[in-house]
């Protein structure tokens, strides 16, 4: 599902938006301000393990995949 991760711009809040390619352009929910879409981890389901994290570069904070501090360490 095209779930996206996005951070406003004026009132500094993060949220999560299920976003279509026909859909208008996604703004703050809140203020109605200008947003930025954030990379996200993404999680999948394997036949050996309930579910694996993939961390992604350039995110904000430690991603569910490892317990570092910045994703700049994962490899």
């Given amino acids: 599902m095209p779930i996206f991760e ?4 004026k009132c500094n809040q993060d949220f999560e938006k299920l976003v279509f390619s026909g859909d208008p352009e996604v ?6 301000g200008p947003v930025a879409k ?8 394997t036949d050996y393990h309930d579910f694996m994290s993939t ?3 350039g995110s ?4 569910s995949g490892c317990s ?3 994703c700049s360490t994962c490899g």
């Fill in 55 to 57: 961390p992604s570069s």
């Fill in 27 to 32: 703004t703050c929910p809140a203020c109605g």
């Fill in 68 to 70: 570092a501090t910045s």
């Fill in 38 to 45: 954030l990379m996200s981890a993404c999680a999948f389901k």
């Fill in 60 to 63: 904000k904070s430690s991603c």
């Fill in 6 to 9: 996005f951070h406003c711009d």
